[in-house]
């Protein structure tokens, strides 16, 4: 049997958000390992405009709400795939950086050129 979409049942919301911290924690500069495999993650994006940039990847402001959102980050910590330093930083725990949200396609769009 494959393994079950989104196991934790995640709202969409929550998906955006830990897809943005996996993505934050790919990125020289944004990103520290800490011990036990986790990352902190800090220095987050501000919007100017309707997006902002993630390195060479496009976001929308739409698709970042929850990085400002302090209920979307207690719902990761309370299921175990970060630990919340908000709004400042968050430590995305091993489990956190191998779900697989299933929206980066959706939310980081990439230039053809």
Not at 5 to 13: E, F, R, V, Y
């Amino acid at each position: 049997m494959p393994p079950r979409t989104n196991p934790l049942g995640l709202n969409p919301l929550q998906l955006k958000t830990l897809t943005l911290l996996q993505a934050l924690a790919r990125l020289p500069g944004h990103a520290e390992a800490v011990e036990g495999g986790a990352v902190k993650v800090r220095g987050l994006p501000r919007p100017h405009g309707d997006h902002f940039h993630l390195g060479s990847a496009l976001v929308m402001a739409r698709d970042a709400s929850g990085l400002a959102n302090s209920a979307a980050w207690a719902a990761l910590e309370r299921k175990g795939l970060i630990k919340s330093e908000f709004p400042d930083a968050a430590i995305l725990t091993p489990e956190g950086l191998a779900y697989d949200t299933g929206a980066t396609q959706a939310i980081l769009h990439h230039s053809e050129h």
